[in-house]
């Protein structure tokens, strides 16, 4: 069983920063692939980025491509979303997820995702 926290969320104008952190419970992050996902009033969640677990290969959705950055400490077992150059269209409320890799090193579905924290709610004011 692996307990995700999210926080980092608030309130940022268009144009402004914030980096989002997810606390993973339990002495095993390191073999778990990590994600984040978001969802926006009246929308289906959604893919934003994942890092597999060494650190060394992360994908992004076309939407933030460029503009968010995920990383890991594996020491802190913790995993970050770094997020420049916000839209208003970025405002969601953003979920970390994880899941034993088995086959595939990186996944970008749901379902694929065993663990999810409880969310933190970003806001960027136009």
């Known amino acids: 069983q692996v307990q995700l926290v999210e926080s980092g969320g608030g309130l940022v104008q268009a144009g402004g920063s914030l980096r989002l952190s997810c606390a993973a419970s339990?002495?095993?992050?390191?073999?778990?692939?990590m994600a984040w996902f978001r969802q926006a009033p009246g929308k289906e969640r959604e893919f934003v980025a994942v890092i597999s677990r060494s650190g060394g290969s992360t994908r992004y959705a076309d939407s933030v491509k460029g503009r968010f950055t995920i990383s890991r400490d594996n020491a802190k077992n913790t995993v970050y979303l770094q997020m420049f150059s916000l839209k208003p269209e970025d405002t969601a409320v953003y979920y970390c997820?994880?899941?034993?890799?088995?086959?595939?090193?990186?996944?970008?579905?749901?379902?694929?995702?065993?663990?999810w924290g409880q969310g933190t709610q970003v806001t960027v004011s136009s």
């Open positions: 339990g002495r095993t992050f390191g073999s778990y692939g």
């Open positions: 997820a994880s899941r034993t890799v088995k086959f595939v090193e990186l996944a970008y579905s749901l379902r694929d995702y065993e663990y």
